[in-house]
Each structure stands twice: as C-alpha cells, then as structure tokens.
C-alpha cells in the first residue's frame, strides 16, 4: 500500500523559508510525476508544482523564481523548498503523485502559514 508522509511545515514570517518533504512508501516503481498542491480553507485545491521523474519541472504563476521542487528517485522522496514567503502562501501543502498506471496518491497534508 502505497502512502505519501509529507513533513516540514509550520509557522515562518514573510519573507522566510520552508523546505517541505515528501516521502514515499510501498511502491517498487519510480512513479512518473510528484507534485505539491495547496489548499485554504473555502477554495479549490491548486497545483503548485510538479517534477517528472527525468526532472522536468512546472511551477504555478505565483511561485515561480521563489519555490523549487526537486525529488531523489532512489529514495522515493520529493522536496518543496519556499523561499520569500508571502502571507498568500499560507495553505495546507498536499504530496502527489502519479504511478506508471496512473493512480494518483496523495498524503495527508501539512500546514504551512506566513505571519505578516
């Protein structure tokens, strides 16, 4: 059984930093993409990033040239690294991720808030 235990997040002022992990279990493949998604109270759950497994990375609008997504095949583990952090980021960060058949897992979530 697959499962996504993410860690890493906690309370940081504007303009701090936060580096998030994903790490996976229970699969003897390498899934074909790992992303992080937010979500706040209230609105839709929202891509903030993706990395393929050769490392090709997408960032949403908001984030990019301030996160970083990066992840190590040989331990199954995807990192969210948060530079220059706005209050707007405040959510509860999702893992994801996507195997060979196109399941799709998701982890439990970890809350990251900005102070002004």
């Known amino acids: 059984q697959v499962q996504l235990v993410e860690s890493g997040g906690g309370l940081v002022q504007a303009g701090g930093s936060l580096r998030l992990s994903c790490a996976a279990s229970?699969?003897?493949?390498?899934?074909?993409?790992m992303g992080w998604y937010r979500q706040v109270p209230g609105k839709q759950r929202e891509l903030v990033a993706t990395?393929?497994?050769?490392?090709?990375?997408y960032y949403a609008d908001s984030v990019k040239g301030r996160f970083t997504i990066a992840r190590d095949n040989a331990k199954s583990t995807a990192y969210l690294q948060m530079n220059s952090l706005k209050p707007e980021d405040t959510a509860v960060y999702y893992c994801?991720?996507?195997?060979?058949?196109?399941?799709?897992?998701w982890g439990q979530g970890t809350q990251v808030t900005v102070s002004s």
């Open positions: 994801n991720a996507v195997d060979t058949w196109r399941t799709t897992y």
């Open positions: 229970g699969s003897r493949f390498t899934f074909n993409a």
């Open positions: 990395i393929s497994s050769g490392g090709t990375t």
